[in-house]
């Protein structure tokens, strides 16, 4: 893809934002965070048990704790030495043919061998009269019986969840290791756009791409450390980007990157090493990237639709893939008007799930109601050309 002449197939284009922005976070350390923090991030290295767990042998009954010799033959009355609650040292040895009362989770003594549940038993006066025989070993939960120094806990890679949290604190971590989160800024260029919330003037429109990919980022796990607009004016777009690039990993820009006369992306960038052309795609054609010293720049056509399909496209797959989210797959579904596509430009239809199958609207880039009402993104390959009602299709989940 030189400077606004070949095509770039949409796999090659995908390909290449993908390595872009894996470099960029790959610059980046691990961040060290407290576990109570850690819900959400990414495991940096595999986290390895600190501790046997359990860490001592303890009850898994309320009950008492005997030897099983002396419960071989039941019923049986044994004398209760005591009582051992959790969070006690376990007290004195087991004093064998005798019983003492034991909690859940309790250490317990040395020289027992087996918990009798408490369901099991009868208190009579300072004795226990034991209705069930047990055998070496039940209800005793051993040293190291679930996890043992070493092992691995949570893979590297994992996304932490509450489970998994839960798990690195019980072997013994107060710190965990994690992925980088991809700080990505958002900056929408145009002399015509206005911020939500203001009046706008002639020709001006509301900014509706800064928000739409600053939304889009987060929900795949990004965090969204700029969001601005630029002018057409160079001078302004250069100080912004400028700006952009000493807070964030990656810069996502929409607008400027066509033919025309006011392209302030290209008109900037092109200059520092950009590349700028055709993406064999519709919609969606006008793509643009840079690479300012290790921090990608991402550019995007400027149309409302155009701007949202780029960015699922080409960057939603790898920032979901770094944040540890689950990929977003397609599958196929029925079609139920035909339609018609360009040859040679994979199309992207903006489609929604009905009782009957895919209804699609107009291929317009400009159609932000239809984005709006569409769940689905129908995916047409370059050669095709007409597909019937009642075809099957691929299609992508918004």
């Known amino acids: 893809m030189t400077q606004g002449h070949s095509t770039r197939s949409v796999a090659d284009h995908a390909a290449l934002v993908d390595r872009l922005i894996r470099t960029a976070l790959s610059r980046r350390g691990p961040d060290t965070v407290a576990v109570e923090d850690a819900h959400g991030r990414v495991a940096h290295t595999d986290l390895r048990a600190l501790i046997d767990v359990p860490s001592f042998r303890n009850s898994q009954m309320d009950g008492y704790a005997v030897d099983a010799a002396a419960v071989a033959e039941v019923p049986v009355e044994l004398d209760v030495t005591g009582v051992v609650a959790a969070g006690d040292d376990g007290g004195d040895a087991h004093v064998p043919g005798t019983a003492r009362k034991i909690m859940t989770g309790a250490p317990v003594p040395r020289g027992a061998d087996a918990v009798v549940p408490v369901e099991d038993t009868e208190a009579v006066g300072g004795r226990v009269r034991i ?15 679930d996890v043992r120094v070493g092992d691995v806990v949570v893979p590297a890679g994992t996304r932490l969840e509450a489970r998994h949290v839960g798990a690195i604190v019980a072997v013994g971590h107060a710190s965990v290791a994690v992925r980088p989160r991809l700080r990505v800024a958002v900056v929408a260029t145009g002399a015509e756009l206005v911020a939500p919330g203001t ?21 795949d796990g990004a965090e969204v450390t700029v969001r601005t607009r630029s002018t057409d004016s160079a001078e302004h777009f250069a100080a912004v980007l400028d700006d952009a690039l000493t807070r964030a990993d990656v810069v996502v820009t929409s607008g400027g990157v066509s033919m025309g006369d006011f392209e302030v992306v290209r008109d900037v960038l092109g200059p520092r090493g950009g590349t700028f052309g ?40 790898v920032l979901r ?18 339609v018609r596509s360009i040859p040679g430009k994979r199309q992207f239809l903006r489609g929604r799930r009905t009782p009957g199958g895919i209804t ?21 390959p370059e050669d095709t050309t007409e597909v019937p009602a009642g075809a099957t299709v691929r299609v992508w989940p918004l």
């Open 321 to 338: 893939d770094l944040a540890g989210l689950p990929a977003l797959r397609p599958d196929d579904a029925i079609l139920v008007d035909a």
């Open 278 to 317: 055709h993406v064999g795609m519709q919609p969606g054609g006008p793509q643009g990237w840079t690479d300012l010293d290790g921090t990608p720049v991402i550019s995007f056509p400027g149309n409302p639709v155009s701007t949202l399909v780029s960015y699922l496209i080409f960057a939603r797959p």
């Open 131 to 145: 209705g069930r025989s047990r055998r070496s070993g039940e209800y005793v939960r051993e040293q190291g019986s």
């Open 199 to 219: 009046e706008p003037g002639p020709g001006c429109l509301y900014d509706s791409n800064g928000p739409t990919l600053a939304a889009a980022a987060i929900a």
């Open 360 to 380: 699609t609207s107009g291929p317009g880039s400009h159609l932000v109601a239809s984005l709006a009402a569409a769940d689905v993104l129908v995916d047409l």
